[in-house]
């Protein structure tokens, strides 16, 4: 029996429309990274599996796709040595020693083993931006997948505000320039850190991180409770909840959060560490509200973001008016560098998810009508001598930028028709024996049904009512 043709779950297939929809915002995307001066790289689709790992969190590491050595792996391993005392295999251990390498979480980690094996070939501050797919092994559902898109771009190299802020100067840019309404969300882990001290469990920074990060799909609720599974007392809870609920503009916010980090909350205790998170977001909005960026900007305490190499602002993006999980996210790091041996390089980076931008622009009807088809005119073919007669007409316009078909097959006009419908091509030529003999070319715009002759040396005018 012939085999049925699948693709693994969480992966798609991306037709002529999707593709074009695609690349009009990988386009649209690097044409703001470029005006900021960020230039592109590109890293393999795999990296030592010891590059990945410890770098995402417990919950990022089990979603790491991992790579058997060869197709022959498990030949001459001994599996007994692999088993618990209760009879059970050790698969972590099993896996480690069956694969060496992986396939990349995210952009962000191997670009950080990028500068440091490639630090005497670059100058810092180092902008650059990278759009290639990444794998997750995650569970897919709507808008969460297993190979995706990111288009992220980071500066490293620099501890100066300015290039958050040019991060969200780049945002506000590009869905602006998409037609969507967005809300950035900002917060820092500093200030979490010091959420954590207040609290009186500053060794919990990175529980408490990860349950604050799933607030918006669980609730409130869940996050208390997965808290309390973690070892914080109802005391600290108490410190911790109304932070996450904070209401007010962002100004109102920061004092109420320097206030808290002072030491007026019940314990008593300061946090530096959280104080310094503070006058960075002071500063940082600051900035926002001088550049005058359009889109809505927001304090979001409870924005925590799980991957742990965050060590600074941290920044997330919703669209407004369509039901989907953030668009775009990203942070400031200190010590990602550090890893690889390369210490006190500071970076800040965002990645916009171009999967979930895709569902976005598709369910606003946002993408542009010249993306769907790339083809602006349709030639029909109306016999052998027409089609030697529209040949260098079709060339010419080619040359000049225009796209262009010939319809390959004399078939009824009918067909054709239907044809540049499908493909949304919005002229078409009819071009037959009375044209010939005036040496016309026939258009007909097939959305309004205006027609005209125009001459066929007339590159020109021909242009003129294509692009109109």
């Given at each position: 029996?012939?085999?049925?043709?699948?693709?693994?779950?969480?992966?798609?297939?991306?037709?002529?429309?999707?593709?074009?929809?695609?690349?009009?915002?990988?386009?649209?995307?690097?044409?703001?990274?470029?005006?900021?001066?960020?230039?592109?790289?590109?890293?393999?689709?795999m990296?030592?599996l010891?590059?990945?790992?410890?770098k995402?969190?417990?919950?990022?590491?089990?979603?790491?796709?991992?790579?058997?050595?060869?197709?022959?792996?498990?030949?001459?391993?001994?599996?007994?040595?692999?088993?618990?005392?209760?009879g059970?295999?050790?698969?972590?251990?099993?896996?480690?020693?069956?694969?060496?390498?992986?396939?990349?979480?995210d952009?962000?980690?191997?670009f950080?083993?990028?500068?440091?094996?490639?630090?005497?070939?670059?100058?810092?501050?180092?902008?650059?931006?990278?759009?290639?797919?990444?794998?997750?092994?995650?569970?897919?559902?709507?808008?969460?997948?297993?190979?995706?898109?990111?288009?992220?771009?980071?500066?490293?190299?620099?501890?100066?505000?300015?290039?958050?802020?040019?991060?969200?100067?780049?945002?506000?840019?590009?869905?602006?320039?998409f037609?969507?309404?967005?809300?950035?969300?900002?917060?820092?882990?500093?200030?979490?850190?010091?959420?954590?001290?207040?609290?009186?469990?500053?060794?919990?920074?990175?529980?408490?991180?990860?349950?604050?990060d799933?607030?918006?799909?669980?609730?409130?609720?869940?996050?208390e409770?997965?808290?309390?599974?973690?070892?914080?007392?109802?005391?600290?809870?108490?410190?911790?909840?109304?932070?996450?609920?904070?209401?007010?503009?962002?100004?109102?916010?920061?004092?109420?959060?320097?206030?808290?980090?002072?030491?007026?909350?019940a314990?008593?205790?300061v946090?530096d560490?959280?104080?310094?998170?503070?006058a960075?977001?002071?500063?940082?909005?600051?900035?926002?509200?001088?550049?005058?960026?359009?889109?809505?900007?927001?304090?979001?305490?409870?924005?925590?973001?799980?991957?742990?190499?965050?060590?600074?602002?941290?920044?997330?993006?919703?669209?407004?008016?369509?039901?989907?999980?953030?668009?775009?996210?990203?942070g400031?790091?200190?010590?990602?560098?550090?890893?690889?041996?390369?210490?006190?390089?500071?970076?800040?980076?965002i990645?916009?998810?171009?999967?979930?931008?895709?569902?976005?622009?598709?369910?606003?009807?946002?993408?542009?009508?010249?993306?769907?088809?790339?083809?602006?005119?349709?030639?029909?073919?109306m016999?052998?001598?027409?089609?030697?007669?529209?040949?260098?007409?079709?060339?010419?316009?080619r040359?000049?930028?225009?796209?262009?078909?010939?319809?390959?097959?004399?078939?009824?006009?009918?067909?054709?028709?239907?044809?540049?419908?499908?493909?949304?091509?919005?002229?078409?030529?009819?071009?037959?024996?009375?044209?010939?003999?005036?040496?016309?070319?026939?258009?007909?715009?097939?959305?309004?049904?205006?027609?005209?002759?125009?001459?066929?040396?007339?590159?020109?005018?021909?242009?003129?009512?294509?692009?109109?």
């Amino acid at each position: 029996m012939a085999q049925k043709p699948s693709i693994p779950k969480g992966t798609r297939d991306f037709g002529p429309a999707e593709t074009a929809g695609r690349n009009y915002i990988f386009d649209t995307v690097k044409s703001v990274f470029r005006t900021y001066g960020y230039m592109p790289i590109e890293t393999p689709a795999m990296e030592n599996l010891g590059t990945l790992l410890g770098k995402y969190g417990d919950e990022g590491d089990k979603l790491l796709f991992r790579i058997l050595n060869s197709g022959d792996a498990f030949s001459g391993v001994d599996m007994e040595a692999f088993r618990s005392e209760d009879g059970s295999l050790n698969g972590k251990a099993l896996s480690m020693k069956l694969c060496e390498k992986g396939l990349r979480y995210d952009l962000t980690v191997p670009f950080a083993r990028f500068v440091v094996q490639h630090q005497n070939e670059i100058s810092f501050p180092f902008k650059r931006y990278q759009i290639q797919p990444v794998w997750r092994a995650d569970r897919p559902q709507k808008g969460r997948y297993r190979e995706f898109y990111q288009c992220d771009a980071d500066v490293i190299g620099s501890r100066s505000l300015l290039n958050e802020l040019e991060l969200v100067q780049i945002v506000d840019r590009v869905f602006s320039l998409f037609g969507i309404s967005v809300l950035v969300k900002i917060n820092n882990r500093k200030v979490l850190t010091g959420l954590a001290e207040i609290a009186g469990f500053p060794d919990k920074v990175v529980d408490i991180t990860v349950a604050i990060d799933k607030i918006d799909k669980t609730g409130i609720e869940a996050v208390e409770a997965e808290m309390r599974e973690k070892g914080l007392t109802d005391e600290a809870i108490a410190v911790i909840e109304p932070v996450l609920q904070l209401k007010g503009s962002n100004d109102e916010k920061i004092a109420r959060m320097k206030e808290l980090l002072s030491g007026a909350s019940a314990s008593a205790i300061v946090s530096d560490t959280g104080l310094k998170g503070i006058a960075e977001l002071e500063e940082l909005f600051g900035l926002i509200n001088a550049a005058g960026i359009s889109q809505e900007v927001e304090l979001d305490l409870s924005l925590a973001r799980g991957l742990n190499y965050y060590t600074g602002a941290i920044f997330e993006v919703k669209a407004k008016d369509f039901q989907i999980g953030s668009i775009c996210g990203g942070g400031r790091y200190d010590n990602l560098t550090g890893i690889f041996g390369l210490p006190d390089m500071s970076g800040v980076g965002i990645s916009f998810g171009a999967d979930r931008i895709y569902d976005v622009l598709k369910g606003l009807d946002k993408f542009p009508k010249e993306v769907t088809s790339s083809t602006r005119l349709l030639f029909a073919n109306m016999g052998a001598d027409e089609m030697k007669y529209i040949l260098p007409v079709a060339g010419s316009l080619r040359e000049s930028g225009i796209p262009c078909e010939i319809f390959a097959d004399a078939a009824k006009l009918k067909k054709q028709f239907d044809y540049a419908a499908r493909k949304s091509i919005p002229f078409i030529s009819i071009t037959g024996a009375d044209e010939m003999a005036g040496g016309l070319v026939n258009l007909k715009n097939l959305e309004t049904g205006e027609q005209i002759s125009v001459s066929k040396d007339d590159i020109a005018g021909i242009r003129a009512f294509l692009e109109q």
